[in-house]
């Protein structure tokens, strides 16, 4: 069964992509961290905060983000799909798994 964000989580989400893909990447930072604070033990903030992380080149830090929102649901794909995507360098212009409706495109 195929498992779906919360709406306000993915709200949260859009909003960050949509911020990101303007390169608004201060924004981007607010609004990951706000997510942070207000959802403390889901793991969409950091697999945005891996996501923004990687734009701006830095891959460790990236990395380490996308396994604590696998720490925090080892079942959530997003992460799982970035770590493959970022890890393996194959995203070939794609932005990356933001939500779990991402994860059929990054897949392919």
Do not use: W
Not at 26 to 53: F, Q, S, T, V
Not at 72 to 83: C, G, L, Q, S, V
Not at 84 to 96: D, I, K, R
């Amino acid at each position: 069964m195929k498992k779906c964000e919360s709406g306000d989580l993915k709200r949260f989400c859009l909003r960050v992509r949509e911020s990101m893909l303007l390169g608004d990447y201060e924004k981007c930072m607010e609004e990951i961290c706000y997510g942070m604070y207000h959802y403390p033990h889901a793991p969409e903030p950091h697999n945005l905060m891996g996501i923004l992380l990687e734009k701006q080149s830095n891959h460790l830090l990236a990395m380490k983000h996308f396994r604590a929102a696998l720490d925090f649901d080892p079942t959530y794909e997003p992460a799982k799909a970035n770590i493959a995507a970022y890890a393996n360098f194959n995203l070939h212009g794609q932005e990356g798994a933001f939500t779990y409706d991402d994860c059929l495109e990054l897949c392919k």
